[in-house]
């Protein structure tokens, strides 16, 4: 399943919504720009097993999150993750802009018998230690 949406409104906010769902993996990517801030999330989430409708609840939670996110300002940082795991490794791939400077990184962890919170966790200091805001 591959579902798109853009929008604009009276030409001051553009909005867009790709999710791409295989079955086993969701890719969701959200971009928004106007004039007082910018979004641009993209991640991928091992889904294997879930229904239509607690997918359709995480996308809904992640787009709730970025539009009420204070945090989110204009060319100040701009990440795009993509966190892919199988239950036995867990591949951490960041792309990044803050303050003008580009970031990249690209790291695969051995996530055996992890919590989702020890995942989580993981993830967060990598971006912790790029320099990057930390929110999900």
């Known amino acids: 399943m591959m579902m798109g949406v853009t929008g604009m409104a009276q030409g001051s906010r553009s909005v867009s919504k790709t999710?791409?769902?295989n079955g086993d993996s969701l890719k969701l990517k959200y971009e928004v720009i106007c004039a007082d801030k910018s979004?641009?999330?993209s991640n991928q989430f091992y889904v294997k097993g879930w229904?239509?409708?607690q997918k359709d609840q995480l996308v809904t939670r992640i787009i709730d999150s970025l539009e009420n996110n204070p945090a989110t300002a204009p060319d100040?940082?701009?990440v795009t993750r993509h966190i892919?795991?199988?239950g036995q490794t867990m591949k951490v791939e960041i792309e990044a802009?803050?303050?003008g400077n580009?970031?990249?990184y690209n790291k695969s962890f051995n996530v055996k018998g992890l919590s989702k919170?020890?995942?989580?966790?993981?993830?967060?200091?990598?971006?912790k230690s790029l320099g990057l805001t930390t929110r999900q």
């Open 19 to 21: 999710v791409s769902d």
């Open 39 to 41: 979004i641009n999330y």
């Open 51 to 53: 229904s239509k409708d």
């Open 76 to 78: 100040t940082e701009n």
């Open 84 to 86: 892919s795991d199988d």
């Open 97 to 99: 802009t803050k303050n």
């Open 102 to 104: 580009k970031i990249s």
């Open 117 to 127: 919170q020890q995942k989580k966790e993981i993830v967060n200091d990598v971006l």
